[in-house]
């Protein structure tokens, strides 16, 4: 994932932040306030479709994917439409079996459609992390086949294993040396000596520099040390595979340049 893409999702998860307290007001009081808005009308339309209404306000809550908002939603919903819109009127209780089925179903459907909206913002997250990560990769390619230096590109690669990886340094060491610390391995594992680390569950160590090798045809050309320090971080198999790629990008651009700083 380029780096302007790590800071634009920073800044949707910060303007969640930001509208979280007036979503969850609105989700307090719109129901309520559209079946004021009902009253007057209640006399001459099926309750049917005065939980239809509300379902769209149910909606228009979900989509800012905050699921306590969602349910508080759906709960305020089906209490206002039980106290405004259902015989006996201004009472919370029912007298009419079928408005007892649509307050439940108003409730049901609410959560419901919460978690579908929820589920649909999480695939559109994912998507967009995808194709961050592919652009990263792309954009890495385009500048090794333009002929960017060898210090260029790997400062470009730096900042995208930070972001990719969500670490807190990388650096890169020129040379064939190995060190005997935790490796991050072609195949996306990640081994201290023979051990095989659970990174998924337990994250990447953070008491030692991680060694991706850069290399290509075989042939080492040096090392980025990975560092994640100051907090747990857990890339999955799919980004552990990215920074891989994009280290072998560096390996084939080394093969024809070198680096000045060999220390970067």
């Known amino acids: 994932m380029r780096t302007v893409d ?22 307090l009081l719109a129901p309520p306030a559209v079946c004021g808005l009902l009253i007057p009308f209640r006399e001459h ?13 149910i909606v228009a809550v979900a989509v800012f994917g905050i699921r306590l908002a969602g349910v508080l939603a759906a ?10 819109l259902t015989v006996p009127y201004d009472s919370f209780s029912i007298d009419n079996s079928n408005d007892v089925e649509q307050a439940v179903l108003l409730l049901l459907i609410g959560i419901a459609v919460t978690e579908i909206a929820i589920w649909g913002r999480g695939q559109q997250a994912e998507a967009s992390r995808r194709r961050g990560y592919l652009d990263g990769v792309i954009t890495t390619s385009q500048a090794v086949a333009a002929g960017a230096s060898a210090d260029d590109l790997i400062e470009q690669v730096r900042a995208e294993l930070v972001a ?16 005997g610390g935790p490796r991050l391995n072609p195949d996306g594992s990640v081994t201290r000596g023979a051990h095989v680390l659970k990174v998924d569950r337990d994250g990447l160590p953070t008491n030692a520099e991680i060694e991706l090798t850069v290399q290509h045809a075989g042939e080492v050309r040096g090392r980025f040390l990975l560092t994640a320090a100051t907090r747990i971080a857990r890339p999955d ?3 552990r595979l990215v920074a891989v790629a ?8 080394l093969t024809t340049r070198e680096p000045v700083d060999p220390h970067v």
């Open 45 to 57: 339309f099926d309750n049917a479709n005065a939980a239809l209404v509300l379902v769209v306000v």
């Open 246 to 253: 994009l280290a072998d990008q560096v390996g084939a651009a």
């Open 237 to 239: 198999l799919e980004q």
């Open 6 to 27: 790590l800071v634009q999702l920073m800044g949707v998860n910060r303007g969640v932040e930001n509208y979280r307290a007036p979503v969850l007001t609105a989700s």
């Open 75 to 84: 709960v305020s919903s089906a209490i206002w439409f039980d106290f405004f």
């Open 164 to 179: 990719v990886l969500g670490i807190d340094h990388v650096k890169f060491v020129a040379g064939s040396n190995r060190g």
